[in-house]
DNA sequence: GTCTATACTTCGATAGAC
DNA sequence: GTCTATCGAAGTATAGAC
């Protein structure tokens, strides 16, 4: 190879990443449709046609980000359950894992949100299962606190969301509620990790215990 | 007026509120930036200029539809806490009432989701102080509870979501619920509107109650 | 792998006749 | 109030040089 010749094709190695991460970002704070590949290739220094040389469309790219991010909750959940411990320990660790999980990214919240909206169109096969696999994890826990007389009977969707939707909501919310008191001048405390996680466990002893 | 001369200004009564519920029906489940006035105008069966002769914009007709709703539901939670009841029976009514108006409208609770995602970026100083009539109308309620030490004392805005966000979730998720169904071939039980009402009326009594 | 330039399409909005 | 026709701005995606 020739010492004066250019170097053409150096990979760099940040390149794939900073696309995900930029795009995720966008994705979550604007939606499907109003997110441009013109700003991702901006915010995230890279050329346009670099994304569509990583993926093969907008779409292929925003599938990427919702499979890496759904993937590992699930593994972490599935995880709980292998271990054989009494359904309220159980109920526990779950939303320890829950609670982490929504904090661990905030645009994957918005992305979930605007999923949800849409009736989960953008979503395969694959991706449904990964969701009923969270849904039937919290399920399967309840039903057999349930059976062991532990828990009382409970509507199985509604227990769950009890558990899992004030944590969802509390924290997509939060830039609404700034703006809120920004706006009107009162005061919304916000709340830490461990005081979300105490709260959700709270409610759900308090839900879930026998009459 | 000549007899021979045209009627070309015969008004249509049902063109503006049909654009509206159109239009509500096309942001709730696409979005505002997916949403196509092109769209809006052929499933309303007006004309596009039409769309432009009611509404100055996309963004003005988004914003009509939103006030509409938010409105009617901050009137009557602010009707309920008018009456000096004790905050458990004020409580059993807010619950009763905003489980009605989440149930009064899909494609608004879809665009209610889409727009705590977004950051309400759409919303102005208006929409911003009835979400805060809203949010402040339970919290002054829980708030009186718990100094008349009636209710145990929790963080306002978590015990806020943990009665609203449930019922928010499990009706937003519905579609999501029926592919999961269809797909995988479980069975994810539906709840009619007592049953929710009977659930997070439950859940707050039960979440509220002094140790 | 990276860039420039551009083809092709869609969409919000308006002009102007009736 | 209602229509047709169209402008102009964005935006996805690709071709092709290096």
């Known amino acids: 190879m020739s010492p004066l ?10 390149t794939r ?38 993926f093969p469309s907008k779409r292929a790219l925003y599938t990427a980000i919702v499979r890496s991010h759904f993937a590992p909750i699930v593994e972490r959940l599935a995880a709980i359950t292998a271990q054989q411990a009494p359904p309220d320990q159980q109920l526990d660790l779950l939303i320890q894992t829950l609670v982490e999980a929504i904090d661990a990214s905030k645009p994957f919240l918005s992305i979930f949100l605007r999923e949800i909206a849409d009736g989960a169109v953008h979503l395969g096969s694959e991706d449904l299962a990964l969701l009923a696999g969270i849904f039937g994890t919290v399920r399967s826990v309840i039903a057999e606190g349930t059976s062991q007389k532990v828990f009382q009977p409970v509507h199985p969707a509604l227990a769950h969301f009890t558990i899992i939707a004030p944590v969802i909501m509390f924290r997509a919310t939060a830039p609404v509620r700034a703006r809120i008191e920004a706006t009107r001048g009162v005061v919304i405390p916000d709340a830490d990790r461990s005081t979300v996680v105490s709260h959700a466990r709270m409610v759900a002893r308090r839900m879930l215990a026998p009459q």
Chains 1, 2 share one sequence.
């Open 17 to 54: 990443s900073r696309i995900l991460a930029t795009a995720a970002e966008e994705f979550g704070a604007r939606g499907f449709a109003a997110t441009t590949v013109d700003r991702i290739a901006r915010r995230a220094r890279v050329n346009k046609a670099m994304i569509y040389y990583h």
């Open 5 to 14: 010749a250019r170097r053409p094709a150096a990979p760099a190695p940040g």
